[in-house]
């Protein structure tokens, strides 16, 4: 499997709003540091791995990182940074 092109953003919209995702960046982009360097094959359990990691960093006051870029404008215009930050991430079990 290869990591999706893109990820998307929603906000709490209603109606047509609701339809459509608040922004979009590049997946690689955003998740670069927690994907493979050489291979773009990724499992589903390993995107979700990185998704993790980068959400688990999103946590964190400050971030462990300078954001940049497609991630910083894709957290800061869906308004999730601000929500994220000083939060808290739970997983569902695997079924």
Not at 20 to 45: E, G, H, V
Not at 55 to 73: C, V
Request: charge should be negative; proline fraction near 7%; aromatic fraction near 6%.
């Amino acid at each position: 499997m290869f990591a999706p092109d893109s990820t998307y953003l929603w906000s709490a919209g209603k109606g047509k709003d609701a339809e459509m995702p608040a922004t979009q960046a590049n997946t690689n982009t955003i998740l670069a540091r927690y994907l493979p360097k050489r291979d773009p094959a990724i499992s589903t359990t390993g995107l979700e791995m990185a998704v993790q990691s980068w959400l688990l960093d999103l946590t964190m006051e400050p971030p462990t990182r300078q954001l940049e870029g497609d991630e910083k404008r894709l957290l800061v215009d869906s308004g999730l940074l601000r929500k994220i930050n000083s939060g808290s991430l739970t997983l569902e079990p695997s079924s």
